[in-house]
């Protein structure tokens, strides 16, 4: 049975870090497209990276430079280091697996439940 388990949110000030973690089982992370995808109070969700199993990785613009997605193989888990936070990076974050070893939006087949990253002063 897959299984996504997020965890790692908390209530930071801006300007600090986090560092989310999903925890895989029943399939292989280096193996499929995984992405971490936020979903803000009052607006749809927002894919903010994503890895393919070759570990090319993307940013969405409003992250590049801030946030870094990472896989542990050996522990079979999605990583997702958040610096330098924002008000606006407030969101649930979700972590998901593609179909494919890619990464193509709308192609999602698992989400984990989510860890709430809180940004405020």
């Known amino acids: 049975e897959v299984q996504l388990q997020a965890s790692g949110g908390g209530l930071v000030q801006p300007g600090g870090s986090l560092r989310l973690s999903c925890a895989a089982t029943?399939?292989?992370?280096?193996?499929?497209?995984m992405s971490w995808v936020r979903q803000a109070p009052g607006k749809g969700p927002e894919r903010v990276s994503g890895i393919n199993s070759a570990g090319v990785t993307t940013y969405t613009d409003s992250v590049k430079g801030r946030f870094t997605i990472s896989r542990d193989n050996a522990k079979n888990t999605l990583n997702l280091q958040i610096n330098s936070l924002k008000p606006e990076d407030t969101a649930v974050y979700f972590c998901?697996?593609?179909?494919?070893?890619?990464?193509?939006?709308?192609?999602?087949?698992?989400w984990g439940q989510g860890t709430l990253v809180t940004v405020s002063s």
């Open positions: 998901t697996k593609d179909r494919s070893n890619s990464v193509v939006a709308g192609n999602e087949d698992y």
């Open positions: 029943g399939f292989v992370v280096s193996s499929y497209g």
